[in-house]
Every structure is written in structure tokens, then in C-alpha cells.
């Protein structure tokens, strides 16, 4: 293992601790004169910032292009980068046009790393248990919130709290929340849910006892808006009946809203460009 190889993989190391998104760019293959040859690694962080060596200004503009459009859709892809002059090789990969003297092809995988995603749990009721298995299984980082003497029973947590004190949690802000509480604290929990600014804000419960509640709080002077936007009942309609059926049925929910948010519909829905360099894609020499 090369030092340079050894300092991006504790460049990796510190950003996944850290919960930090990055992208890794590795040289597949190059073509004619490249400053960079198959191999080259680098970590691209959310800023653009890079560490490593895949290229000069050529390369590293079309990656970083390449970078902040992965750690928007999560998906990898492969870019080419040639010069502007040179025909296209007809394959299905997006191409970028090159003005660089030395006139070399260059392709490129783009890979995103991103932290996995917070749900975070109030409520120690079967369905939280349930909904807490469930989610440790498809990769979410989870948080439970209960009374103390009911957190021995998620073994599966990534992080427990004493308490409904989800603030606690940094992660609170851009995760999923979800009260469970089922008629132990409910009003506490779900004031302490829509607290952390947590876009999606599901309540386990019935439609009458979420009106209630959601009642009771606006009266304390809760923001009408964070209000109107709790899920309740939280999960999609599939007739869900028992503890662990609500939890599919709420992950369900809550993995659409992960992977087809507006932006995320909007890419999808889009017409496919023509294969070839698109304009406005030019990576330019520094």
C-alpha cells in the first residue's frame, strides 16, 4: 500500500466518522497523453475540495461535476472525458469535452459515499420495536427515545436517549422522525419531534387522537405549518394491522420520501439527454 493510498483511506475513515458525504473517483481507463493513468484515486468532499490525484483542470472539472450530481441522486457513474474534437465512442456514458493541449481520453467512476440515513424513534410501544428492527436492517442509522427504564429492548439502536430530548442527536435536523409512543407521553414526544425541524414527522396513531393532539399543541403556540405536516397515521396505506405491518408500512413511507423527493422525481421524469458531449459541459483547464 502506497502513502498515498494510505491517506485517502484515513481521509474515508474520518469523513464516515464524522458523518461527512463523499464522493471517490477512480481513473478506469485513459487514452493517449493523460497526466493521470488507470488507478488514480481521489476523495471529492460536498464542497467540490478534493484529495488525491486523478487529473489536471481538464479532468478534475468534469469530475467535480460528476461528484455533486452522485451525492445528489446517490448513484454511481462512469464519465469520460476527451477532447472536444474527437468523435464519440457510441457507448452509454456521459461525455465531457476536453480543451486541454494534450489531447488525451480519460474515463472515470464516480462512486458516493454517503452517511447513512437517521430515523429517529420516541416511544417504546411494539410498533417502535418493530419499526426500529426493521430499519437497523435496511442500513438506517437509528435513534431511540424513551422513557429509561424501556430502552433495554432496542438492542438494534444505534443511539439511545433517556427522555424525549431529541435534539440530543445531531443527526435530528435532516432525519426522519417517527412518535410511537401509543398513549405513553404522546403529547411530549411529538412537542419534542417537531422541535428538531425534522422534515418528515410521523405520528403511530389514530387520525382522531392525532387531531387531538395536534390541537392541544397549536393551543401552547406550536407552528401551525410544522403541525399540518406530521404524517398521521404515519405509513403507507397497505391495510396494515399488526405492530410489525405498521413498521413496513411507515418504512415504506419513509423510504419513498428518501428516494423520490421532488428533486429526485424531477431526474427521473426528465427527458434522457442524446448520448455525446452535452453544451455547457466543458471541462476547462485551470
Known amino acids: 500500500m502506497t502513502a498515498e493510498t494510505d491517506r485517502l483511506i484515513d481521509c474515508m475513515a474520518r469523513m464516515k466518522g464524522e458523518n461527512r458525504p463523499f464522493a471517490v473517483a477512480t481513473v478506469i481507463r485513459t487514452q493517449d497523453a493523460t497526466s493521470a493513468k488507470a488507478g488514480a484515486k ?4 460536498a464542497d467540490g475540495t478534493i484529495e488525491g490525484w486523478i487529473g489536471g483542470g481538464c479532468t478534475q472539472g468534469a469530475v467535480k461535476k ?5 451525492l445528489i441522486d446517490g448513484r454511481a457513474r462512469m464519465i469520460r472525458i476527451r477532447p472536444a474534437d474527437a468523435e464519440s465512442e457510441g457507448e452509454e456514458i456521459a461525455e465531457f469535452a476536453s480543451k486541454c493541449p494534450s489531447g488525451g481520453t480519460i474515463d472515470v467512476f464516480v462512486d458516493p459515499v454517503l452517511p447513512r440515513p437517521a430515523l429517529l424513534i420516541a416511544g417504546a410501544s411494539p410498533t417502535a420495536q418493530a419499526l426500529c428492527d426493521l430499519a437497523a436492517r435496511a442500513g438506517f442509522a437509528v435513534t431511540v427515545a424513551a422513557l429509561p427504564g424501556d430502552l433495554a429492548a432496542f438492542t438494534q439502536a444505534d443511539n439511545r436517549i433517556a427522555g424525549f430530548d431529541l435534539a440530543q442527536d445531531a443527526r435530528a435536523a435532516g432525519g426522519f422522525v417517527v412518535v410511537a409512543t401509543q398513549g405513553k407521553r404522546d403529547r411530549e414526544a411529538l412537542a419534542a419531534a417537531l422541535a428538531t425541524g425534522a422534515p418528515y414527522v410521523g405520528f403511530v396513531g389514530s387520525r382522531k387522537k392525532a387531531a387531538a393532539l395536534k390541537q392541544e399543541l397549536a393551543t401552547a403556540g406550536a407552528d401551525p405549518a410544522r403541525l399540518a405536516a406530521i404524517r398521521s397515521p404515519a405509513g403507507l396505506d397497505i391495510g396494515a394491522a ?7 408500512s411507515i418504512l415504506a413511507e419513509i423510504v419513498r420520501e428518501r428516494r423520490l423527493g421532488a428533486s429526485a422525481v424531477d431526474a427521473a421524469t426528465a427527458t434522457p439527454a442524446e448520448p455525446g458531449i452535452a453544451k455547457g459541459d466543458a471541462a476547462c483547464c485551470n
Request: glycine share 0%.
Open 242 to 248: 399488526t405492530p410489525e405491518e405498521i413498521a413496513v
Open 42 to 45: 481521489a476523495v471529492l468532499r
Open 66 to 70: 460528476a461528484a455533486a450530481a452522485a
